[in-house]
């Protein structure tokens, strides 16, 4: 039997923009230190969960119920900006309501750019290629991967990290004999995973599961796939606590080129 059959692999997101916002909302509080640590096993749990979605017919708003520890709570009142941030919009309002917090987002946002029409702006990927954005001409800037033949993207909460990774992953979408692994401790991944590029059909969210994926791939028995495999691995620092998973990693960096898989490592800092 093989080892990826025994997984519990997360289920492919609906791609829904409502739970896409809420994967973000409550990524967002998480990347900011909004969870607390179990010092006997380092297991990290959010301090921010999510709750309801509230969508009236002909609102102007869109309002995202947050459930929130008392401790964490001035933080989340606080946090407009990274939030508008995270959702990719000019502002939203925070507000306290019972003992919820409510993050209300309009509806339309004049100048908004929808993911169509900025796929528009640099349409045609070359296999292989990843996309990092178009250049104030409309021209597109790409990262020849196989050529690299890994990267990492390094940023604070905030920064654009995750807008980035989620770029890069949506270029290989239409790309012939090119497939991603979506590996994600914080499930920012989570609302790509329902594509069908994507490797095993679903995202990997439980460290214990990305660990038994990467030693997996880097067991080069299993690599018989045709094409290129690239890794999306965020939140690499934490995961490295686990052994497993750095020799995996290393394995793959060392010789992962070789069996078309290639490396894109998310963290916050070098460290």
Same mark, same amino acid.
């Given at each position: 039997?093989?080892?990826?059959?025994?997984?519990?692999?997360?289920?492919?997101?609906?791609?829904?923009?409502?739970?896409?916002?809420?994967?973000?909302?409550?990524?967002?509080?998480?990347?900011?230190?909004?969870?607390?640590?179990?010092?006997?096993?380092?297991?990290?749990?959010?301090?921010?969960?999510?709750?309801?979605?509230?969508?009236?017919?002909?609102?102007?708003?869109?309002?995202?119920?947050?459930?929130?520890?008392?401790?964490?709570?001035?933080?989340?009142?606080?946090?407009?900006?990274?939030?508008?941030?995270?959702?990719?919009?000019?502002?939203?309002?925070?507000?306290?309501?019972?003992?919820?917090?409510?993050?209300?987002?309009?509806?339309?946002?004049?100048?908004?750019?929808?993911?169509?029409?900025?796929?528009?702006?640099?349409?045609?990927?070359?296999?292989?290629?990843?996309?990092?954005?178009?250049?104030?001409?409309?021209?597109?800037?790409?990262?020849?991967?196989?050529?690299?033949?890994?990267?990492?993207?390094?940023?604070?909460?905030?920064?654009?990290?995750?807008?980035?990774?989620?770029?890069?992953?949506?270029?290989?979408?239409?790309?012939?004999?090119?497939?991603?692994?979506?590996?994600?401790?914080?499930?920012?991944?989570?609302?790509?995973?329902? $594509?069908?590029? /994507?490797?095993?059909?679903?995202?990997?969210? =439980?460290?214990?599961? +990305?660990?038994?994926? %990467?030693?997996? #791939? &880097?067991?080069?028995?299993?690599?018989?796939?045709?094409?290129?495999? $690239?890794?999306? /691995?965020?939140?690499?620092?934490?995961?490295? =606590?686990?052994?497993? +998973?750095?020799?995996? %990693?290393?394995? #793959? &960096?060392?010789?992962?080129?070789?069996?078309?898989?290639?490396?894109?490592?998310?963290?916050?800092?070098?460290?």
């Amino acid at each position: 039997m093989s080892l990826l059959s025994l997984l519990t692999r997360d289920k492919p997101g609906a791609g829904t923009r409502l739970s896409d916002a809420m994967h973000r909302l409550t990524g967002c509080a998480f990347a900011c230190g909004l969870y607390d640590t179990d010092a006997r096993t380092g297991t990290r749990y959010p301090q921010v969960r999510a709750g309801r979605t509230v969508e009236a017919p002909r609102s102007p708003v869109v309002s995202y119920e947050l459930i929130v520890q008392p401790r964490a709570l001035k933080k989340v009142l606080g946090m407009g900006r990274e939030f508008a941030h995270a959702l990719n919009v000019p502002s939203v309002r925070v507000r306290q309501q019972g003992g919820s917090v409510w993050v209300d987002v309009p509806t339309n946002h004049p100048g908004h750019l929808t993911y169509e029409e900025a796929w528009a702006l640099a349409p045609d990927i070359p296999p292989g290629k990843l996309l990092l954005g178009v250049n104030g001409h409309g021209d597109q800037l790409l990262l020849d991967l196989p050529g690299a033949p890994h990267c990492a993207v390094i940023g604070m909460p905030g920064s654009g990290k995750s807008t980035l990774l989620r770029t890069m992953v949506h270029s290989c979408q239409n790309q012939p004999g090119v497939q991603v692994a979506l590996l994600d401790p914080w499930a920012d991944l989570a609302p790509l995973s329902g $594509f069908g590029h /994507v490797w095993q059909n679903g995202y990997f969210e =439980r460290e214990d599961e +990305i660990e038994a994926c %990467l030693v997996y #791939l &880097a067991d080069t028995r299993h690599n018989g796939h045709a094409g290129l495999l $690239f890794v999306f /691995v965020d939140e690499v620092p934490g995961l490295c =606590r686990r052994p497993a +998973i750095r020799g995996a %990693l290393a394995q #793959l &960096a060392k010789e992962g080129r070789h069996m078309g898989i290639h490396l894109v490592l998310g963290a916050q800092s070098t460290t």
